[in-house]
Nanobody, 120 residues
Framework: QVQLVESGGGLVQPGGSLRLSCAAS????????MGWYRQAPGKQRELVAAITRAANIDYADSVKGRFTISRDNAKNTVYLQMNSLRPEDTAVYYC??????????????WGQGTLVTVSS
């Protein structure tokens, strides 16, 4: 079994910064794409940023230039550095990972979510 554990959420003022971390553990052979999604109350879950093992990156237009996604393949960890935060960034942020287990089975797992609140 593979699990994702997220951390780093909290309350920040507009213009502030937060750094989210997501660490994968368990019977992992290889993680391919890792990404961050977010969901605000009453809204659909949306992709924020995704990164492949080779470091190809996609960002949502709303966060481009403000957020930076990165990963440490040796630690099976993905990060999201969030700068210049806006109230509309308020949401529960979820980590997602795709890859293969040590038993050659495809895996796709989600973290438990971490709440980011941007408010004065």
């Amino acid at each position: 079994q593979v699990q994702l554990v997220e951390s780093g959420g909290g309350l920040v003022q507009p213009g502030g910064s937060l750094r989210l971390s997501c660490a994968a553990s368990g019977s992992i052979f290889r993680l391919d794409t890792m990404g961050w999604y977010r969901q605000a109350p009453g809204k659909q879950r949306e992709l924020v940023a995704a990164i492949t093992r080779a470091a190809n990156i996609d960002y949502a237009d709303s966060v481009k230039g403000r957020f930076t996604i990165s990963r440490d393949n040796a630690k099976n960890t993905v990060y999201l550095q969030m700068n210049s935060l806006r109230p509309e960034d308020t949401a529960v942020y979820y980590c997602n990972a795709q890859g293969f287990t040590t038993r050659d089975r495809y895996l796709e797992v989600w973290g438990q979510g971490t709440l980011v609140t941007v408010s004065s």
